[in-house]
């Protein structure tokens, strides 16, 4: 099982860290991938990770805000999400990956709420 979490209420230009931290399965065997879904539009990646190599992907329209990473001990997968923005606001989920400009989400987590909001 996966889970995300982490997520709350900021105002624009603040940040929160995400986390994702799996059960019964080690993370370290999966690439990661972020993905959000705002309020009335489809779900969209948001960011990923490898897993052999610690490659990892964004969005384009996030580059430079939000930064994915693994602990040392690769049992949590983390987003840091920096300058946030009302339209960063959604659920975000954790899940299993293929990473790359076309990612694709398999084994899903719960998701966590973010809003950004004055």
């Known amino acids: 099982q996966l889970q995300a979490s982490g997520g709350g209420s900021v105002q624009p230009g603040g940040s929160l860290r995400l986390s994702c931290a799996a059960s019964g399965f080690t993370l370290d065997n999966y690439a990661i991938g972020w993905f959000r879904q705002a309020p009335g539009k489809e779900r969209e990646g948001v960011s990923c990770i490898n897993n052999r190599d610690g490659s990892t992907y964004y969005a384009d329209s996030l580059k430079g805000r939000f930064t994915v990473s693994r602990d040392n001990a690769k049992t949590t997968v983390y987003l840091q999400m920096n300058s946030l923005k009302p339209e960063d606001t959604g659920v975000y989920f954790c899940?299993?990956?293929?990473?790359?400009?076309?990612?694709?989400?398999?084994?899903w987590g719960q998701g966590t709420q973010v809003t950004v909001s004055s």
């Open positions: 899940a299993t990956a293929l990473c790359g400009a076309r990612m694709e989400g398999y084994y």
